[in-house]
């Protein structure tokens, strides 16, 4: 882990070199145009985006895969729930796409790799592990649902498990619960990420700092990040439907649209 980031005695968070780490406030405004120059940018770096898109895409293929070989076909709504947890990380290398390109600099593979590789043994392996402990959590909770609400049943087919909550009163108790509990620890993931992602690649801090320095930004505009937290969840359940084939493009343009709103937050 790296070193400690200094406090002053204001309590204002520092990076390694010293520079404060300012929070600005946000508007809804503002989450729109990122989202807009989030699209921009993903017409002008197709290729970069379409390839991560792919890659996330493939992931979300592989888990609905296992559950479905496994028989545990009713979990593949949980794991596109809690498979959105992990998409800051998927996204890493598209924020490196953008902060070469705001620097002048056009991007490559190799420079997206080195990133990558500096990276991934450094604070932002932290942050991956706290993400992947809240979906293994937030699966096991999605079992334990499962079987509090309908005991001891079989599912054999996922078409079954469904006519079972849509037509039952456990089944709607179920749907109610489990959305509530899913909602919040995709907030609450979103809320630790959204900003500290993109600050690791960025700046040298810790990987603690990040986390509370993407609080502090979601605390300090509750309504537009909660505008975009709605944006980003929706969009990748909706872009998941078909065989998961519409991350291609959703995964990219968030994730720029992401770099594009951390800019606006955290004062350079």
């Known amino acids: ?50 390839v991560f898109g792919a890659i996330f895409a493939l992931g979300g293929i592989a888990i609905a895969a296992w559950a479905y070989e496994r028989g545990l076909s009713y979990l593949m709504y949980p794991a596109i729930i809690g498979f959105a947890m992990i998409g800051p990380f998927a996204a890493v290398g598209l924020y490196e796409v953008s902060r070469l390109k705001e620097r002048g600099e056009r991007p490559s593979w190799g420079a997206i790799a080195r990133t990558l590789v500096a990276q991934g043994g450094a604070e932002l392996a932290w942050m991956a592990f706290v993400t992947l402990f809240v979906f293994m959590a937030w ?28 037509t039952t009163p456990e089944g709607w108790l179920f749907l109610i619960v ?10 609450a993931v979103f809320s630790l990420t959204v900003i500290s992602v993109p600050l690791l690649l960025d700046r040298e801090v810790d990987f603690v700092t990040a986390m509370i320095t993407s609080l502090r930004a979601v605390a300090a505009s509750p309504a537009p990040m909660l505008i975009w937290a709605g944006i980003v ?23 720029f649209a992401t770099w594009r709103l951390y800019r606006k937050i955290v004062a350079a």
């Open 1 to 50: 882990m790296s070193e400690r980031i200094p406090i002053d005695a204001t309590h204002t968070a520092r990076d390694s070199t010293g520079a404060a780490l300012i929070v600005r406030p946000i508007s809804t405004d503002d989450v729109y145009d990122a989202l807009r120059q989030g699209w921009g940018d993903f017409q002008n770096a197709p290729v970069y985006g379409l």
């Open 139 to 166: 699966m096991y909770a999605a079992q334990m649902l499962v079987a509090i609400f309908f005991g001891l049943r079989a599912f054999s087919t996922l078409t079954g498990f469904l006519g079972l909550v849509v």
């Open 178 to 187: 489990g959305n509530l509990l899913g909602a919040a620890a995709l907030f």
């Open 233 to 255: 969840f929706a969009t990748l359940f909706v872009a998941a439907l078909p065989f998961f084939l519409g991350l291609l493009v959703a995964v990219p343009v968030l994730s």
